[in-house]
């Protein structure tokens, strides 16, 4: 894109507005139906259309003009419509009964193949108030579609960015089978606003109301976030171990029955905890008061610092909290909680007994296995790789970067309560690296031999000091790796690299390899993660890749996939998620709003506005610590989320236009013009136009467009794009006057002597100069002899001085042409009366004499030139030889 987009003033007034005014469309919105409908191609095989929210009738006259002739097309809008050829349209509101009465009567027992709602409610109140009743008119608008849609019909709606957004994409996912959310390129770029195209209306016999009931869609799920939810917590519990310099205010109230703000722990608890970074996330202080501890704090591992970092466990930094770490990875295996080495060899001989026998093939066979789930591994992990860039770039293409984002929100959902750091992933994928798998053993003493063994089968036996530093190193790396994974900046600084690559606008799309189980996994998203995660929450051995996936999730999605019918018994199938209890979505949008809520959020929206300035949309609704700001934004671009801007019938002021193409153009087009001023006539007749006021700016830039103006040129061959920069041009008018100026000027330009001649007059000038010098000196000279009389010397200063004047020694004396007449014809001798030099011609000759004349003095200056040139030559040579 040229220029950016500007918010305010005449920016508003772009390139689509000034399209609509030129192509007659009531409102530049209509760029944006046209844009969504060149995409899905839903109007040209429709038949009856219902626009909802429709004046000033942009969408309509859309809608007229690329359905069939003959179809129905039926607008409602608060306020009344101008006529619309083909079109009804009813004044009402759509939320009420008599709206659907009204389209009723219209219809008949007609049905709807399209749905349209572009509503947006007045704006201006209070912004959270604002962004709300938009989503309720959009739970209304989808009331009256699933009253009047054909089954197969289509759902086009707005939707704005906000808490509700999911909440909504999900009832949209029950009602049809293919929902995708889109940003037009004429939707600008500072408004929150989306579409959501659904398709494939499935006109389910039986709709649980509360789909439609904004009270259960947009339930307060901030209220819902009770003591069990312990999701946010822990992150903040997390938060401050990752994170120790950044102070956490804890918005979810304290836990059951724990009021106290100190919390002290024995450290036996931390040494035999399964997360010991929760712990230390948790308590203020770690003691040793019985015998056992008491022997632990004399033991040398315990050192002075690690006495001092368990006394106050607030005022650590990261490399503190590591320390203890290690220490207490020490401290296990000194007390024999770590025995995994001593397994390993255990289970290494066994294996060598038992198998002795068929070791080459059983060899063989491991290799085989290995190899063959490394590839896979290796070929997931670069699929998923792929995926989350792919849905960071559109999400920073449609600005949603917001911290309410639909993909974290999603994650976080899907995670059911699970931390997005939790060293549970952590172990997790360190073991999928096969590099820690040891932390296994360390932190669940309970679990089996045989597990461990399966678990560990890429661990060598090491020496424990080896495999201390080696956990120590794994655990490390897990805390930096997630510290990256939060940060903010890298992940802007990513997204912008790869958004730089993907300049072209394809939409959000919704593609699932049907055929690949894994991608089932990581396409899966909102609400049909959090089913599944849920349903199998008591299934602690639940698939590794899954929850993998989960983390790497956290990117977001933006495009919600209808669930599939086959994901396995959690899954209920389209039938039965019709009576889905719509409270569970609400826990998770719950841990969602808490999760963002926090100051570690509010920092990563600074981080986050450092890096991209522009890029974030504050009006997407920022977490409730920066609400002002965002509020602020919202209030400030309320207009522009609704990016609605009706077209002017007329329009005289003047209007920057934005430069598509080349920003240098129009400064070299203005060098030019100040080196030449205007060149052509078409030029001078608009600029003469322009300054008797006959037109103005506006309408010179307004007859710049026309409907070819922003037609593609790639593909087309060069002698085409040749032939139409010769040819392919506006016809403007041209007046006499613009001529005339242009002539006059043409005129003076050829009236300037070339150069040639003004240096020979220069010459001449000077010559004449020096002719008088000399002959002033000359008559000084005859003034000063005194032999002479002073009429003499009269007569010999006026001589000389005639001579100085005159044009020089080898001036041509003017030959007159003399006709006689009369007595004086066939005479010879002077004619009487004629002075100088003459020559006598016939009165038909005169003009023809003067001409041979002409040529005959030219002729003699030529010669005398030659004469000239030969002497100056031959001095020249004189003088080289002497
Ligand atoms: C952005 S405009 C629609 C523009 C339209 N799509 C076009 O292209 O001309 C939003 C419209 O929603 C209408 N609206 C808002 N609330 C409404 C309601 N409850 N019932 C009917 N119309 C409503 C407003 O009157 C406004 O005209």
Redesign the pocket.
Known sequence: MGKAQKKTGKGRLDKYYKLAKEQGY??R??FK?IQLNKKYAFLESARCCI??????????QVASKYMPSNSVIVG????PIKPIPRVVTFA????TVQCRNLIRNELKDWRADVVLH?????VGTAWVQDAYSQSE?VL?SLKLAVDFLHKGGTFVTKVFRSADYNNLIWVFNQLFGKVEATKPPSSRNVSAEIFVVCRDFLAPKHIDPKFLDPKHVFKDLAASASGTDKGASAHNVQANVFQPEKKRRKRDGYDDGDYTLFKAIPVAEFIRSPDPISVLGRVNKITFLTEEEKEWYALDITTGDIKANCDDLKVLGKGDFKALLKWRLALREELGLDNKTRDTEDVTETVEIVEEGDEEQQLQDELERLNAAGAARVKRERRRANEIKTRTIQRMQLQMTAPLDIGLEQHDASLGGQDFFSLGDAEMRLRKRGGVSALDDQDDADSSEEERAAVDENDSVLDPDEERQRKVAGLEAEMDGLLRERDAKFKVKEARQKNAEREEWHGIHETVDADSEDSDNEEEGGWDRMQTTKAQSGDTSSDESESESDSEEAVGRITQKRPRSDNGPTKPSKRARLITDLREPKSQSAAAKIWFSQDLFAGLDDAVDDVEDENIDAGSFAGDEDGSDAKADWEDTAGDD?D?EVVEADEDDDVDMWDVDNENEDQMKQEKLKKHGLTTAEAVTLAQQLVNRQTTKTQLINDGFNRYSLNSKEGLPQWLLDDEAKHYKPNLPVTKEAIAALRAKQRALDARPIKKVAEAKARKKFKAAQRLDKALKKAEGVNATTDMSEREKAQQIEKVMRKGLSAGPKARKEVKVVVAKGSHKGLKGRPKGVKGRYTMVDARMKKEASFILVGVNAFAQAHFQVRAQKRVEKANKKRKRT
Do not use: Q
């Open positions: 009531r409102a919105s209509a139906l626009d909802l929210c429709a004046a000033p009738g942009g969408w309509l409602v809008d608060l306020v009402v509101d759509i939320t572009d509503g947006a409610p007045n008119l209304m609704d609605f």
